[in-house]
């Protein structure tokens, strides 16, 4: 994460540089390997420098990245050689004023982590070793450790100075001077007016009185008994290091380091141990001397890593091949495989692998060792752990706790607290039941049952009477170990009681039953009475306990109050009762027509009695105007195949009506609020159309007669065009032709047409102008004639008001129905010819042979 920051910040900042910079360097391209250090001014390279501070990077930080972006090496050097004398034009050694000092920087930061073991995000582990205990802290694909030293920290008092180290001498007091010089390959500085002063291999401490017994000379303030002058030496810029890691490490080799790298950073730089590597015998050898002996679990599990064991240039760090491991599985925190040293125990292993889970067994573990040229299994109780040595090859098994409860007893049914309990000394049922907090009431105490479980794991049940336990009339009974007491509530043992409404209440369905409920306290359940429904004619059915053969229920008829108030008369129902409300004979919806076309007054109409009849509904709309085509007008009527809407559905539009209109209005009143909050309340989620039994059984029959016949297909129509005569309906009110109105009849009565449109197989099929006393076959002319494949015979003509009329013919006379103003004349084909067959042309031959052969034979 912190690589891929320092990258967008590289990109800000050259970014940053192409906008702020002269033109000729913005021409350039922002490609770093194309860019050309000679061709930048003092100024560009200041402004490169500013911008990678703000961004957080220092100049060796920034000088890594350019080259890791491919920036060649020469252009990096170059572009270091300007920082670097940039830098010394800046500084004023000579002036005694304070100092601008930079943050202390690592030199040769590139240097060092071109040496690190980079392939960590591309090499595949092998995920089918064993997992080492410790591996992770150097090497791991998904995150990145470093122990990189900090560069903040306070200047180390024992730090020893080498050459590539800056040191700062600052003077202050009576007299003030500032110093800063780097210690020279000879291990020497060279201050200002003062001369070399060797300091290489001697601490900061041991600088600063050597410098300061040099400086004295020229400041004598700085000595005596009371001095008014004083001198401190702190480290400036860090130099580099050379360490030498050797053995089983993943990159063994020579590193370049920070000179405040400890052993860890070393490490890390290695890619840590390999596979075969220790974690536990890490050794620090300086001049051929053993100087420490590392042990990196010490840190992993107690945080005690030597950090102030600092490196020096050219230490040597020897990794050894691992002393031994043990393999610890199951329960504990951490089931790896571990780095064991001569003298650990299996406690200091448990240390190492977190300690037990939670669900560990804890009294015993099995630990599998190699014994000569086989495998043998030592069992290690608790009190051992500390005792027992671990060898190599050792595996550790711990186990979990059993599944079982030494003092569980279970209580379930028609108690309060159903579930687990302790068993204690002497538990009874009766206490039991008391820890459950009792008895429900449906609590059935005529019997309860115990299940208990032997020793062999077989089960027993124990039948209790608990009502005289209880009441002490029967000794209570002792509980042992997994007893598992049920106790049944009373509808356990009987059917659930209920009662059913249906008919004309608002939600019809099942509801509970209630001992002493009343038939006005159901239907109120039920949301009350519909608007249609007949209070007076109610029937209730009850079912029989003991009936004769052929009485399947008992019918009971009831009335209620339309208030639905409870009267002393008011019957009381029983479990199963079926309540069935009835519609009143009375009770009818408003039921609608509509009148469309050449009528005066065209609209929607509601018929008004059951005897309304076409003439009427004509008389009601003002009558014909005068463009009425009275011989074209037809009635749309709906088919018993139409979805008609339920009450439901329309009360429910209704009601949305009212809502929304409600809903509009600001100005409500409380009692238009109450019912816009109560409005849908008692209406059904859902309300489909009514479809009748009777349209149901055609619908299913004419399936069955399309599924048995090929080709033929079944269309069901909601609507259909019936034929009538409004002319003669007209003359001649209340006649046959006179059709009584149902709901949703459309009349439609259209203008006086004058075309004749011809449609079929024609020559040229298109509308002809209407001429009186024409017939057909002088329009069928005008379309060109009948077609090659025309069947002329069932030609037929459909009229303006649905009526059709087909040709009839005798003795090759063909009589051609008239045609009248807006007719359709519709010439059918003949459909394709299918040619004969060998086989059927073979057949009928024959035939006429025999025929020929049966005449000679007879005229014979």
């Known amino acids: 994460m912190m690589q891929t920051k320092r990258f967008w910040y590289f990109f800000s900042v050259v970014a940053a540089l192409v906008f702020v910079s002269p033109i000729s360097f913005a021409q350039q391209t922002t490609d770093l390997t194309q860019l050309k250090v000679d061709e930048l001014s003092d100024q560009q390279i200041e402004e490169l ?276 491991r043990a393999k610890v599985n199951g329960e504990v925190k951490r089931p790896i495989t571990f780095e064991i040293a001569p003298e650990d125990t299996f406690e200091d292993l448990l240390n190492y692998a977190g300690g037990f889970t939670d669900e560990a067994f804890k009294d015993r573990v099995a630990i599998s060792r190699i014994t000569g040229n086989q495998r043998s299994v030592s069992d290690v109780y608790q009190n051992q752990f500390g005792m027992f040595i671990l060898k190599g090859g050792d595996e550790i098994t ?217 003439s009427d509904l004509v008389k009601r709309a003002g009558g014909l105007n005068q463009f009425a085509y009275s011989k074209g007008a037809t009635l749309i009527r709906r088919t018993e195949f139409f979805n008609t809407e339920s009450e439901e559905i329309r009360r429910r539009r209704n009601l949305e009506a009212l809502r929304l209109k409600l809903e509009a209005d600001p100005s409500n009143s409380e009692a238009q609020e109450e019912l816009l909050q109560r409005l849908f309340k008692d209406l059904p989620e859902t309300a489909n159309p009514v479809d009748t039994q009777l349209a149901q059984n055609k619908k299913e029959s004419l399936d069955q007669i399309a599924a048995g016949t090929p080709g033929f297909e079944v269309k069901l129509k909601q609507t259909e065009a019936v034929a009538i005569n409004l002319e003669t309906i007209i003359k001649n009110p209340g006649s046959e032709d006179d059709l009584l109105l149902e709901e949703g009849d459309i009349l439609s009565v259209p203008k006086l047409l004058q075309t004749v449109r011809m449609r079929g197989d024609l020559v040229y099929p298109t509308t002809l102008r209407l001429e009186s006393g024409k017939s057909l076959k002088y329009y069928i002319n005008n379309a060109g004639g009948f077609d090659r494949r025309a069947n002329r015979k069932q030609t037929y003509v459909v009229y303006a008001n649905g009526a059709v009329k087909r040709t009839k013919g005798f003795l090759g006379i063909r009589n051609y129905p008239s045609v009248e103003p807006g007719a359709e004349v519709i010439v059918p084909t003949k459909g394709p010819k299918v040619p004969l067959r060998l086989g059927e042309v073979v057949g009928i031959t024959t035939g006429l042979a025999t025929l020929g052969l049966v005449i000679s034979q007879i005229n014979w």
């Open 49 to 324: 420098i500013s911008r990678a501070a703000e961004a957080g990077l220092s100049p060796e930080e920034f000088l890594q990245m350019a080259q890791l972006r491919g920036m060649p090496s020469a252009e990096v050097a170059k572009l270091k050689n300007r920082i670097d004398e940039l830098n010394r034009s800046v500084a004023n050694p000579r002036s005694t004023n304070a100092s601008k000092r930079q943050p202390r920087q690592q030199v040769d930061f590139n240097t060092i982590t071109q040496g690190i073991y980079e392939p960590q995000d591309f090499v595949e582990s092998d995920d089918n070793g064993p997992q080492i205990f410790g591996e992770s802290l150097f090497y791991n694909k998904n995150r990145r450790l470093s122990f990189e030293p900090s560069l903040n920290q306070a200047t180390p008092k024992n730090y020893t100075l080498g050459p590539g180290d800056m040191i700062y001498v600052d003077i202050y007091g009576q007299s003030e001077q500032y110093y800063e010089a780097t210690v020279n390959p000879d291990g020497f500085v060279l201050l200002d007016n003062i001369g070399p002063v060797s300091v290489s291999g001697k601490s900061i401490e041991e600088a600063q009185g050597i410098i300061k017994n040099r400086v004295a000379r020229y400041y004598p303030g700085l000595s005596g008994a009371n001095p008014s002058t004083f001198l401190q030496v702190t480290l400036g810029n860090v130099r580099t290091i050379k360490v030498n890691i050797l053995g089983e490490v993943r990159l063994p080799g020579t590193f370049t380091l920070s000179a405040f790298s400890t052993v860890f950073n070393a490490l890390y730089a290695a890619g840590g141990p390999n596979e075969n590597g220790s974690f536990r015998a890490i050794r620090l050898i300086r001049n051929n001397k053993l100087i420490a002996e590392i042990d990196v679990y010490e840190m992993l599990t107690k945080g005690m890593a030597d950090l102030d064991l600092q490196l020096k240039d050219q230490d040597v760090i020897l990794v050894p091949a691992f002393l031994a």
């Open 398 to 614: 711990v186990q979990r706790i059993l599944n079982r409860y030494s003092n569980r007893v279970q209580i379930k049914g028609a108690v309060y607290r159903e579930g687990t309990f302790a068993l204690t000394d002497g538990l009874k049922l009766s206490q039991l039941i008391k820890n459950a907090e009792g008895l429900r009431g449906d609590a059935y105490t005529e019997q309860a049952s115990i299940l208990r479980t032997k020793t062999d794991l077989s089960t027993e049940m124990i039948q209790v009477n608990l009502k005289s336990v209880l009441d002490g009339s029967s000794p209570d009974i002792t509980l042992q170990r997994e007893d598992v007491v049920r106790i049944a509530s009373i509808y356990d043992i009987q059917n659930e009681q209920y009662v059913q409404i249906l008919g004309e209440v608002m939600r019809p369905g099942v509801y509970p039953f209630s001992k002493s409920m009343r038939l006005e306290e159901l239907i109120v359940l039920a949301g009350g009475l519909q608007e249609s429904a007949n209070s007076q004619d109610i029937e209730i059915a009850r079912r029989l306990e003991d009936t004769d053969l052929g009485t399947l229920s008992d019918i009971i008829p009831a009335q209620v109050a339309a208030n639905l108030s409870i009267t002393s008369e008011s019957p009381e129902l029983m479990p199963f009762d079926q309540v069935i409300v009835r519609k009143r004979s009375t009770f009818t919806m408003q039921r609608l027509v509509a009148v469309e076309g050449q009528v005066n007054s065209p609209g929607i109409f509601a018929i008004q009695t059951s005897g309304e009849r076409i």
